[in-house]
């Protein structure tokens, strides 16, 4: 089993950048492909990206590709999303999730442990 904490949430104004991370405690943190989904009012979870187990596959939804970028850091168990170009529909609670898996998943079912999310406003 794996616990996820995120972080980093906050305001930010139309076309700046904030940079997420996600703590990981538990099982080894390299065994899980990594994710992060967003959640925002009204709306169903969706998929933002997810990075392998190793770090050297990425994918991104179409919404966020270009902008947003997925890292990983094995050794201190932790996960980030830097986001730029902020936009207004960008605002959302944004969660990590890990998967056994060595690839993830768009499917958010697929995904095992979840974080509690870090809510992120972006103004226009």
């Known amino acids: 089993q794996v616990q996820l904490v995120e972080s980093g949430g906050g305001l930010v104004q139309a076309g700046g950048s904030l940079r997420l991370s996600c703590a990981a405690s538990?099982?080894?943190?390299?065994?899980?492909?990594m994710g992060w989904f967003r959640q925002a009012p009204g709306k169903e979870r969706e998929f933002v990206g997810f990075?392998?187990?190793?770090?050297?596959?990425?994918y991104y939804a179409d919404s966020v590709k270009g902008r947003f970028t997925i890292s990983r850091d094995n050794a201190k168990n932790a996960l980030y999303l830097q986001m730029n170009s902020l936009e207004p529909e960008d605002t959302a609670v944004y969660y990590c999730?890990?998967?056994?898996?060595?690839?993830?998943?768009?499917?958010?079912?697929?995904?095992?442990?979840w974080g509690q999310g870090t809510q992120v406003t972006v103004s226009s």
């Open positions: 999730a890990a998967d056994p898996s060595p690839w993830g998943s768009t499917i958010k079912s697929d995904w095992d442990y």
């Open positions: 990075i392998s187990r190793s770090g050297g596959l990425t």
């Open positions: 538990g099982r080894t943190f390299s065994s899980y492909a």
